[in-house]
């Protein structure tokens, strides 16, 4: 055949690539899909309805078949019945969408939580065990995964199209998003807020694994220290513990079990502790003062990385008890240097 | 003529004795300085219509780059920072310098004088100002262009554009905020000159719909502009001396930044659809020989639209994080803001039962207006929908979308205008059947186009990619080839109309017979528009009116 190869192997892609959905790969594709049915279906209808009026009175009073024109003021029924109609059928499609997106955006209680860092222009995923990735993330499948996300420079954007969520990436805030993967294999990651020069090179692979795999998976690529250990040494060196320690003597609050508790601060508000939290009284202390303590904590700002506030954040979440930060006092005080860097208090475990 | 009714409403004098007028406004004066310092609505209208083609063939040429290196996956034609100054330059001049002033511009600017039967706009030197302020503008982008460009894409998303890019920003940023004082003082010219420059008898409900819409376009332009011209001082300040309003680091919020930019730039889609649906109003009346069914529900969803159109701002946010109380809100209205649009397009369907209809040229571009904007219409519902918005913003879907709005929509409804009131602006016809073909072209290679962009973006393919996962090269190639067939159907209006400027058949006053006031006059008008102050004895579209009238011509000739 005269066909050029150019041309041939662009049919050859098109057969293989002409897919018009994308995979379905979480819990939440099927209920976004039912949705994106529905719409494209009312579309459908509306466009070739408006398509066949056009037509149709084109045809039938077209100059040569209705030579004079009938003049009518409007018809009151037939108006209503075009406003009644369509707004009933989008107020239909708001409380669809209404219901999916707070399925979307409200994760179960059980999920597990991995921590996701932006920056131009790659990805970072951390996880509590102390596993860290760079445009991949792994998960294990058929279990709730919250992904706990912010990012160091400009707005990014997690997207991922088989699982049918994104959400935007902040910098200065966290941002939250959950799935539960349902099939294994690899799906695309992509960044789908411009970023810079590098937008379209900020993609990634999410690999879903079955449990079994997973659990190697976690265990061979483990770098040995847990998020909450390495929280637990910048705890000890930033000098946090030595007004947050639970000692009755202490300065500062008790952290242990503050997370997920309700705070009344000294401004009356009340406050559920949560990484967010967390993350803006490290960065911003004085308007986060605790009733019944002084504001003189100083402000972290500019001296933690994310990647730093994520390891104090995830350390204070699983804070149970003071005990261990107590010790690292003890050994402080007994040593000859300040206590903001007892040089053994991480490595004692 | 004999042979009972033929399928053409065009009745042109008689070639071989017609003239154009002696005296119009385009001969009534010669020289460069009679056009740079023109006062007449009429002529300042030409200099936007030059001024928005030129920059609209640039914005274009953009369009055409980036969809030719998007014809393969890897970034070959041009390297991702140049690619993300095209997409920039591709936006901001299409948006700011042509669908904002082009149909307000060109079309408002010589029209409405005429169509509420008065000798000028209320403040005619206010509206060479707005002229002057646009080019001023429009320079000032291309200065950031020439100078190397800036590539925030045309929304200045902080902090990307205040504390990471190193390219124009702020001459870009100046460039727009200047161009916004433009449609400001169009817009209070447009809204002063409606209130206090109709002519005797012509009360609001007298007024043609083109006028409604340009009202409530004007009030957008008046009233959310400003915002964004504050947004982009409050941007470049950032940028050159870090105030903090939108830096976290310093108490600063991002997301302020949004809310405002977004504040005016959801309200920017109706300046660029309204005035369209006002010509859409006149053709469709005109070619089918009908008033419009329901005028006043027409009228009136102008202003829906134009008041609704502030309220939904937040939609653009759904996915960074407000409050789940506040989107809840801002997807409800975003629903209501839709059912006004609707109600237009079956109005306009319902306009052509029994009416005695043609099939010009702007008649043509109507139909597709009305079928890419249904479909155009339709998608944003899919956007505005909480749930469907989290898989589909950001990506190709949304880009889709409003190019079927404002390219299909807004776009389609400029050259039916244009072919529409070309024997009014001229005094010459185009031609007819080459322009049918450019409408038809327009419209398949629309739709070749921005089809395919609505399946890569429910497959997930983000925005402004310069380079993107092979699977998804099929779909850009066939929207490359549609883009290719689309650039082909916007040229030939450009050659053909240039054309008939000097082979065009002389259109007499009336080649549509058409009944609003500016069909009246002569073609070209004369510079003072109107001999005497017309008085509007009879209700808008009415086309018995115009038969009663014109026999009486004609017997008094006879």
């Known amino acids: 055949m005269g066909l050029s190869p150019v041309l041939w192997q662009f049919l050859v892609n098109w057969l293989h690539n002409a897919s018009l959905f994308p995979a379905e790969a979480s819990t939440i594709a099927p209920y976004t899909d039912a949705l994106y049915f529905f719409l494209v279906l009312m579309t459908i209808f509306g466009t070739t309805l408006v398509a066949v009026l056009v037509v149709f009175f084109s045809a039938r009073y077209s100059r040569q078949r209705s030579p004079v024109a009938t003049q009518i003021e409007g018809s009151t029924l037939l108006e209503t019945t075009w406003t009644i109609i369509p707004l009933a ?5 708001y409380v669809w969408g209404a219901l999916l997106y707070f399925r ?18 790659m990805w970072k995923a951390e996880h509590p065990g102390g596993q860290h990735e760079i445009d991949a993330l792994h998960v294990p499948m058929g279990r709730p995964v919250q992904l706990t996300m912010i990012s160091q420079d400009v707005f990014h954007s997690f997207s991922v199209p088989d699982f049918r969520i994104k959400r935007e990436v902040i910098p200065g805030r966290y941002s939250t998003v959950w799935f539960e ?111 019944g303590y002084a504001p003189i904590m100083p402000t972290y700002q500019g001296q933690l990385s994310e990647d730093g506030l994520i390891d104090l954040v995830e350390f204070i979440k699983n804070m149970q008890s003071d005990y261990r930060v107590q010790q690292t006092l003890v050994t402080a005080a007994s040593g000859e240097s300040a206590p903001t860097t007892p040089p053994q208090a991480a490595g004692e475990r | 003529m004999s042979t009972a009714i033929g399928n053409t409403i065009v009745s042109l004098p008689d070639q071989s004795t017609a003239r154009l007028p002696k005296r119009h406004y ?40 980036i969809r030719l290196e998007l014809l393969t996956p890897q970034p070959d034609l041009v390297a991702a920072d140049t690619y993300n100054k095209f997409f920039t330059m591709h936006g901001l001049i299409m948006i700011f310098l042509f669908l904002v002033p082009s149909i307000p511009g060109v079309l408002g600017n010589f029209l409405i004088p005429l169509m509420i039967g008065a000798k000028d706009l209320a403040f005619p030197k206010l509206n060479l100002l707005s002229w002057y302020v646009y080019m001023a503008g429009g320079t000032l982008t291309l200065a950031a262009l020439v100078l190397g460009g800036v590539d925030t894409g045309w929304t200045f998303t902080t902090p990307l554009s205040t504390h990471y890019l190193n390219t124009h920003v702020i001459t870009a940023a100046m460039a727009i905020f200047i161009t916004g004082f433009s449609s400001i003082l169009t817009g209070i010219n447009f809204i002063v000159t409606i209130h206090r ?35 982009l001082v409050l941007v470049a300040l950032e940028r050159l001396f870090g105030i903090g309003i939108f830096d976290p680091a310093k108490g600063g919020d991002p997301l302020l930044f949004q809310h405002l930019f977004w504040f005016y730039s959801h309200p920017a889609v109706y300046i660029m659809i309204l005035p369209g649906m006002g010509v859409v109003s006149e053709v469709i009346s005109t070619f089918s020989r009908k008033r419009i069914f329901g005028y006043t529900a027409v009228a009136f969803s102008s ?33 209501l803001v839709a059912v006004p649009s609707a109600i237009k397009i079956f109005n306009w369907a319902f306009t052509l ?22 479909i155009g219409g339709l998608t944003g519902v899919f956007l505005g929908s909480l749930g469907m918005d989290i898989h589909l913003t950001e990506t190709y879907f949304v880009v889709a979308h409003f190019h079927f709005v404002m390219v299909g ?114 073609s070209p008008p004369p510079t003072e528009n109107f001999t005497e102050i017309p008085i509007m004895d009879h209700e808008v579209y009415d086309y018995e009116w115009l038969a009663n009238k014109t026999k009486k011509e004609v017997t008094t000739v006879g």
């Open chain 2, 26 to 65: 385009i001969n009534n004066e010669y020289g460069l300085l009679s056009w740079l310092l023109t006062e007449d609505h009429k002529r300042i209208a030409l200099l936007y219509l030059f001024s928005v083609t030129f920059f609209f063939f640039i914005g274009g040429a953009f369009a055409g780059l």
């Open chain 2, 353 to 374: 039962q029994k009416g005695s209809i043609t099939f010009e040229t702007p008649m043509l571009y109507c139909f597709g207006f009305m079928g890419l904007f249904t």
């Open chain 2, 197 to 231: 420059m109709r002519c005797p008898g012509m009360t609001w409900f007298r007024m043609p719909l083109f006028l409604w819409s340009h009202y409530a376009a004007s009030l957008l332009m008046v009233l959310g502009t400003p915002v964004l011209a504050t947004t």
């Open chain 1, 89 to 93: 059928i989008f107020l239909v499609v």
């Open chain 1, 181 to 291: 993967a349902t099939k294994a294999g690899n799906y695309r990651l992509f960044c789908s807020q411009y970023c810079g020069t590098q937008h379209s090179g900020m993609v990634g692979w999410i690999t879903v694994m079955t449990p079994g795999d997973y659990k190697t998976w976690l265990e061979q690529s483990t770098s040995g220290q847990s998020l909450a250990q390495n929280g637990e040494r910048l705890f000890a060196s930033m000098g946090c513990n030595s007004c947050h320690n639970g000692t009755a003597a202490a300065r500062g609050p008790d952290l242990a079990g503050v997370y997920g508790s309700k705070l009344t601060l000294t401004d009356g508000r009340q406050i559920l502790v949560d990484d967010a939290y967390l993350r803006d009284a490290i960065l911003n202390p004085s308007a986060h003062v605790t009733a």
């Open chain 2, 409 to 522: 929509g807004g776009l389609m409804a400029f050259l039916a205008g244009i072919h529409f009131w070309w024997p009014k602006m001229t005094g010459r016809m185009y031609p007819e059947t080459i322009s049918k073909l450019a409408a038809v072209t327009t419209f398949i290679g629309f739709n070749l186009t921005f089809l395919p962009q609505f399946v890569l973006g429910y497959l997930g393919l983000p925005r402004r990619y310069a380079a993107y996962p092979p699977e998804f090269q099929v779909l850009n190639v066939l929207s490359t080839a549609g883009a290719t067939v689309l650039g082909f159907g916007y040229m030939l209006p450009l050659l053909y109309l240039a054309w008939s400027l000097k082979y065009g058949a002389i259109a007499g006053s009336n080649p549509w017979q058409a009944t609003g006031l500016e069909w009246q006059i002569a």
């Open chain 1, 104 to 121: 979307i955006y409200n994760p179960p209680t059980n999920a597990m939580n991995i921590y996701i860092v932006g920056k131009q222009w």
């Open chain 2, 303 to 335: 202003v829906a639209i134009a008041l609704f159109g502030f309220f939904v701002w937040e939609h653009h946010m759904f996915i960074m994080g407000v409050s789940s109380y506040s989107a809840l809100v801002f997807s409800l209205l975003t629903m």
